[in-house]
């Protein structure tokens, strides 16, 4: 069990919108930043998000993040096949001393 | 560019000792933390341990706490993970990981990975 909660599974049509949210408490999500991170199949994590809401160089727009209170979210607009992997959120958690990732969520577009 | 290339995994029996390696290249490693992260197999990723740059202060999940020691060598561009007390669940894929800046504790840059394996 996580300490931050991610929804298992999420799915959408290619072309559209996709959230994935990440929800943790006052001592980890709603006191530090949030990243987020893509997992192709078979490959490493990679970055997408850091500091809530912002994107490396060579992350797409269609890639967004935000936070409020308590819970992260991820955005994919324009969704595309090659999208398909598991997203992660991570965060430092001041109670524990230790950082910590969500459980992940696998994105299917159908 | 950044590459991190992760070394030292195989099957070891529960309870004896492995220690990883991850060499840094294409960055200042000396100013850069690191993250070990391990994926067992079909499951999430789950975070480890974590050193600062100079090497003075490092944090551990409780998981590993007591068993795994996080170090690093500037010298030579090389961050360690020293596992003792290994255990069946600590079967997994270790990757190192490059923080991207101080306080974001946001990771740029990752390796491909190490297999452990704890097996009698």
């Known amino acids: 069990q996580s300490v931050l909660t991610q929804p298992p599974s999420v799915s959408a049509a290619p072309g559209q919108k996709v959230t994935i949210s990440c929800s943790g408490s006052s001592s980890n999500v709603g006191n530090n930043y949030v990243s987020w991170y893509q997992q192709l199949p078979g490959t490493a994590p990679k970055l997408l998000i850091y500091d809530n809401n912002k994107r490396p160089a060579g992350i797409p727009d269609r890639f967004s993040g935000s936070k409020s209170g308590t819970s992260a979210t991820l955005g994919i607009t324009g969704l595309q096949t090659g999208d398909e992997a598991d997203y992660y959120c991570v965060t430092w958690d001041n109670s524990l001393s230790a950082g910590v990732f969500g459980g992940g969520t696998k994105l299917t577009v159908l | 560019q950044v590459q991190l290339v992760e070394s030292g995994g195989g099957v070891v029996q529960p309870g004896r000792s492995l220690r990883l390696s991850c060499v840094a290249s294409g960055f200042t490693f000396s100013s850069c933390a690191m993250l070990w992260v391990r994926q067992a197999p079909g499951k999430g990723l789950e975070w480890l341990s974590f050193?600062?740059?100079?090497?003075?202060?490092?944090d551990y999940a409780e998981s590993v706490k007591g068993r795994f020691t996080i170090s690093r060598d500037n010298s030579k561009n090389t961050l360690y993970l020293q596992m003792n007390s290994l255990r069946v669940e600590d079967t997994g894929l270790y990757y190192c990981?490059?923080?991207?800046?101080?306080?974001?504790?946001?990771?740029?840059?990752w390796g491909q990975g190490t297999l452990v394996t704890v097996s009698s």
């Open positions: 990981a490059k923080e991207r800046n101080i306080g974001s504790h946001s990771f740029d840059h």
């Open positions: 050193i600062w740059w100079d090497g003075t202060h490092d």
